[in-house]
């Protein structure tokens, strides 16, 4: 976590109730969520993705004049359901503690929020899209969700060896080993692409099995440090990017 006092930006968590009610009425409020148990392949630990929520809500916080709420680190991600995690299994519960959450803040002041979301806009992205959307509609107040693949480019994708990936795979992995890669354990990295590919019109919700997969998707074998901060990077800029849009708007 950056070190407040020396940032644009704050975490809620770090004012008192005074500083706070200022700062709800007059900032971007950030209201992240990541999974705080997830299983990411037989070699990435499950928390990767409030791995990844922390550097880029330490990057807004020290850029931009943001203020980031607590995260929300349990939610909604059926695909992963056969494997230990921490899971909200019923969608509508976890709609509804998000809205609780954001409810909470607009009492206080809030008036502009941004959800950023480390997982993917057609899993845990629905449920936080329609908050966002109801939110919009019945409170009047501007939002906005940011999800992990919003944050991808064909640029990030020209890094990558693997012929193709999605879970725990050769970006992912590249990503963690170089914010932790104590927490990598390469000697069980292996190769899964699922069968071949299937070109698909419409939106196919997919699902990993323990029984028959180790839970990726993709080549995490091809992964090092160096590729891991060059696509942080370009999540980075363009995380700021987003957050730059929505405050000009």
């Known amino acids: 976590m950056a070190t407040q006092g020396t940032t644009a930006g704050a975490y809620l968590g770090a004012l008192n109730w ?137 640029e990030a994708q020209a890094l990558l060896e693997q012929k193709r990936g999605g879970h725990a795979d050769e970006g992912e992995t590249s990503i963690i080993l170089h914010l932790r890669p104590d927490l990598v354990d390469m000697q069980r990295a292996v190769s899964a692409y699922r069968g071949e590919p299937v070109t698909q019109i419409g939106y196919r919700p997919g699902k990993f099995n323990r029984d028959t997969e180790p839970g990726l998707f993709g080549d995490p074998t091809l992964a090092t440090p160096e590729k891991g901060e060059k696509l942080l990077g370009i999540m980075r800029q363009n995380w700021l990017r987003a957050l730059d849009q929505f405050e000009s708007l």
């Open 18 to 154: 005074v500083e706070a009610q200022d700062a709800l009425a007059t900032r971007v409020v950030i209201i992240p969520f990541a999974a705080g148990a997830k299983e990411h392949g037989p070699h990435l630990p499950m928390g990767t993705d409030h791995l990844v929520m922390e550097h880029l809500l330490d990057a807004a916080v020290r850029e931009r004049e943001v203020l980031v709420t607590p995260p929300i680190l349990h939610g909604w991600f059926p695909a992963f359901r056969d494997y230990p995690g921490t899971e909200i299994a019923d969608s509508a519960v976890f709609q509804a503690y998000v809205m609780a959450v954001a409810e909470s803040v607009m009492r206080h002041g809030a008036k502009r929020l941004v959800f950023l979301n480390t997982g993917i806009s057609r899993a845990s992205g629905l449920p936080l899209s329609i908050v966002a959307r109801d939110i919009r509609v019945n409170h009047d107040v501007p939002t906005l969700v940011v999800s992990w693949d919003d944050l991808e480019t064909s």
